[in-house]
């Protein structure tokens, strides 16, 4: 059940901007990676410097933490094949650039080799600031994401969203896992970037809150203390976006092709829309208890889409692979509202031709190891997708 709060009214108020429609937003982080020796380059300015003079929008490009990494974002989306083309749009600019200078896309969790101790960080006392309090953990996060929003119509209804969603945090990260190797190891984790992530103050699991007043009342707290100085460093695994009026999944690692970021967008999607949906006809959303949606992160971080998870409150369990075939065909409705049967469909392919981190440790094992042609292997699914 979720967490009791006490909520003391009357202190900080957090507006939601509502979306009266289930608009889509994707944030897509990309590492930077030399074309000859594969390792990170510290060259997003000079790589920015040349694409937002090309790109119609240039706010479609975003910096980030490490000067080894962009982030390509889309406008407010209609649904999933919009945000796709979106996407393309601004790569079909940013990869050019790329090649000017000698720089290639890579779409993982993690990189395979690189080494944290030549990163440079991007300007900015936010980023300072960051890095000054977390040392160590925070110098580590050599880790790349993709970020979904799904607009929601209802400010009451974001955080029993939330917390019904939850049920799938597993699904989105084992479809999504892609940072099994780190700093040279094979570290046994689909996604070693999910449980290095959750080291920095207030990123990891969200707490599950009955009503937006408890979720004002945790802000307040952490802003009273000097956890967080505004909003956005709320850096939970899932959570409300209130200014865009949205419910953002950050749960999935990087991702190296359309088609698999496609699959997990409908997803997203149509989880957030049926979820919503039954909320609003009234229907009780199940809600797993803290300890169990604990132990189904580690569990597909560990064994990707190979994991066992907990699939209710009286602890009932599936493979993770049966349990995604059940969920696709109960979406299908929603789906064909939204207009993503195909995409949402083309989530049971990840499973089969593999996740991201299953044809990583592939490439490592038919090459003796070698981590070069790993990121050589990324890198040349996206190329090939783009053409």
Same mark, same amino acid.
Request: glycine share 8%; charged share 20%.
């Given at each position: 059940?979720? $967490?009791?709060?006490?909520?003391?009214?009357?202190?900080?108020?957090?507006?939601?901007?509502?979306?009266?429609?289930?608009?889509?937003?994707?944030?897509?982080?990309?590492?930077? %990676?030399?074309?000859?020796?594969?390792?990170?380059?510290?060259?997003?300015?000079?790589?920015?410097?040349?694409?937002?003079?090309?790109?119609?929008?240039?706010?479609?490009?975003?910096?980030?933490?490490?000067?080894?990494?962009?982030?390509? %974002?889309?406008?407010?989306?209609?649904?999933?094949?919009?945000?796709?083309?979106?996407?393309?749009?601004?790569?079909?600019?940013?990869?050019?650039?790329?090649? =000017?200078?000698?720089?290639?896309?890579?779409?993982?969790?993690?990189?395979?080799?690189?080494?944290?101790?030549?990163?440079?960080?991007?300007?900015?006392?936010?980023?300072?600031?960051?890095?000054?309090?977390?040392?160590?953990?925070?110098?580590?996060?050599?880790?790349?994401?993709?970020?979904?929003? $799904?607009?929601?119509?209802?400010?009451?209804?974001?955080?029993?969203?939330?917390?019904?969603?939850?049920?799938?945090?597993?699904?989105?990260?084992?479809?999504?896992?892609?940072?099994?190797?780190?700093?040279?190891?094979?570290?046994?984790?689909?996604?070693?970037?999910?449980?290095?992530?959750?080291?920095?103050?207030?990123?990891?699991?969200?707490?599950?809150?009955?009503?937006?007043?408890?979720?004002?009342?945790?802000?307040?707290?952490?802003?009273?203390?000097?956890?967080?100085?505004?909003?956005? =460093?709320?850096?939970?695994?899932?959570?409300?976006?209130?200014?865009?009026?949205?419910?953002?999944?950050?749960?999935?690692?990087?991702?190296?092709?359309?088609?698999?970021?496609?699959?997990?967008?409908? *997803?997203?999607?149509?989880?957030?829309?049926? *979820?919503?949906?039954?909320?609003?006809?009234?229907?009780?959303?199940?809600?797993?208890?803290?300890?169990?949606?604990?132990?189904?992160?580690?569990?597909?971080?560990?064994?990707? %889409?190979?994991?066992?998870?907990?699939?209710?409150?009286?602890?009932?369990?599936?493979?993770?692979?049966?349990?995604?075939?059940?969920?696709?065909?109960?979406?299908?409705?929603?789906?064909?509202?939204?207009?993503?049967?195909?995409?949402?469909?083309?989530?049971?392919?990840?499973?089969?031709?593999?996740?991201?981190?299953?044809?990583?440790?592939? %490439?490592?094992?038919?090459?003796?190891?070698?981590? $070069?042609?790993?990121?050589?292997?990324? $890198?040349?699914?996206?190329?090939?997708?783009?053409?």
């Amino acid at each position: 059940m979720p $967490v009791p709060f006490l909520c003391n009214r009357g202190r900080v108020r957090i507006d939601f901007q509502p979306s009266p429609e289930p608009t889509l937003g994707v944030e897509w982080e990309l590492a930077l %990676v030399d074309r000859r020796t594969r390792d990170l380059r510290n060259e997003a300015a000079h790589l920015f410097a040349r694409a937002k003079a090309r790109l119609p929008d240039p706010g479609r490009l975003h910096k980030e933490l490490l000067k080894n990494t962009v982030e390509i %974002v889309t406008g407010v989306c209609t649904g999933v094949g919009d945000a796709m083309a979106d996407l393309r749009r601004t790569l079909e600019v940013v990869v050019p650039v790329g090649d =000017e200078l000698g720089l290639d896309l890579f779409g993982a969790g993690t990189h395979p080799f690189a080494s944290w101790t030549g990163q440079q960080l991007t300007e900015g006392h936010r980023y300072e600031e960051l890095i000054n309090r977390t040392q160590w953990w925070g110098r580590q996060m050599l880790i790349w994401g993709v970020h979904v929003h $799904v607009g929601l119509p209802v400010r009451d209804r974001v955080l029993p969203v939330l917390s019904a969603l939850l049920n799938y945090h597993p699904h989105l990260q084992a479809l999504s896992a892609s940072s099994p190797i780190w700093a040279g190891v094979d570290t046994g984790y689909a996604s070693n970037r999910a449980l290095m992530f959750q080291q920095l103050p207030t990123a990891g699991l969200p707490f599950q809150f009955s009503t937006w007043e408890e979720f004002e009342s945790f802000v307040d707290d952490q802003l009273t203390t000097g956890v967080i100085d505004g909003l956005s =460093e709320v850096r939970w695994d899932i959570r409300p976006a209130p200014h865009l009026g949205t419910l953002e999944n950050r749960v999935c690692d990087g991702v190296s092709t359309f088609a698999d970021l496609s699959a997990l967008v409908a *997803l997203t999607q149509c989880l957030v829309v049926d *979820l919503d949906s039954r909320l609003a006809d009234g229907e009780p959303l199940p809600v797993l208890p803290p300890w169990h949606v604990q132990e189904n992160k580690w569990r597909a971080a560990r064994y990707g %889409v190979e994991a066992i998870i907990i699939l209710n409150a009286r602890s009932d369990e599936a493979l993770m692979t049966d349990d995604l075939a059940a969920l696709v065909t109960r979406l299908e409705p929603v789906a064909a509202r939204l207009g993503c049967s195909d995409e949402l469909g083309s989530v049971l392919d990840i499973p089969t031709r593999g996740a991201s981190y299953q044809r990583q440790r592939a %490439v490592a094992a038919e090459t003796g190891g070698d981590l $070069v042609a790993v990121v050589d292997s990324v $890198v040349g699914e996206l190329r090939a997708e783009l053409g």
